[in-house]
Antibody
Framework: QVTLKESGPVLVKPTETLTLTCTVSGFSLSNARMGVSWIRQPPGKALEWLAHIFSNDEKSYSTSLKSRLTISKDTSKSQVVLTMTNMDPVDTATYYC???????????WGKGTTVTVSS | SYELTQPPSVSVSPGQTARITCSGD??????AYWYQQKSGQAPVLVIY???KRPSGIPERFSGSSSGTMATLTISGAQVEDEADYYC??????????FGTGTKVTVL
């Protein structure tokens, strides 16, 4: 059974850096045909793709957020980490990690973790 | 920047057909995917590669794509189909993008 679980702080202050971890099971981060995406959803708003990483360390970032995002993986720990710098209240959202195929299909999602940005 | 445009809302009576559109300039060359998101839950894939249905998704869900528009059809909508629906695809450079989302009401 494929599962993904997000973890990280519930509350961050403006200007701080957010670090989120996605721990996967049921598939390997070394699988050539699979990777992990991060996607977020502000309250009452649409889904927004943020970044993804594949087994060969190929990375892709949202054009509008590229300067603030870094994605990395630790295959031995089955973890993918997303950092977002200079957090702002508009970054308040539920952050999801999900499995992505090389075809860009996102097929399995974590339950999401809610992050609030407030002083 | 590239956008996938959906109608904000669609209403349908139980047993009737709901159609949700997704418009994007790259859709003639890129697959569309559709996700259902019920309140407080993570999205679930209901259609992939324009018209394929994952195992476990009811047959009443179908997809199609023509030109710059992809369509998700719910034939014989049920009360449990009430949810937000998002299309998903890529721009011409291969960057993923979600649609603006459509709230489907079944009443």
């Amino acid at each position: 059974q494929v599962t993904l679980k997000e973890s990280g702080p519930v509350l961050v202050k403006p200007t701080e850096t957010l670090t989120l971890t996605c721990t996967v099971s049921g598939f390997s981060l070394s699988n050539a045909r699979m990777g992990v995406s991060w996607i977020r959803q502000p309250p009452g708003k649409a889904l927004e793709w943020l970044a993804h990483i594949f087994s060969n360390d190929e990375k892709s970032y949202s054009t509008s957020l590229k300067s603030r995002l870094t994605i990395s993986k630790d295959t031995s720990k089955s973890q993918v980490v997303l950092t977002m710098t200079n957090m702002d209240p508009v970054d308040t959202a539920t952050y999801y990690c999900a499995r992505i195929r090389v075809t860009i299909l996102v097929d399995v999602w974590g339950k999401g973790t809610t992050v609030t940005v407030s002083s | 920047s590239y956008e996938l445009t959906q109608p904000p809302s669609v209403s349908v009576s139980p047993g009737q057909t709901a159609r949700i559109t997704c418009s994007g300039d790259a859709l003639p060359k890129k697959y569309a995917y559709w996700y259902q998101q019920k309140s407080g839950q993570a999205p679930v894939l209901v259609i992939y590669e324009d018209s394929k249905r994952p195992s476990g998704i009811p047959e009443r869900f179908s997809g199609s794509s023509s030109g710059t528009m992809a369509t998700l059809t719910i034939s014989g909508a049920q009360v449990e189909d009430e949810a937000d629906y998002y299309c998903y695809s890529t721009d011409s450079s291969g960057n993923p993008r979600f649609g603006t989302g459509t709230k489907v009401t079944v009443l």
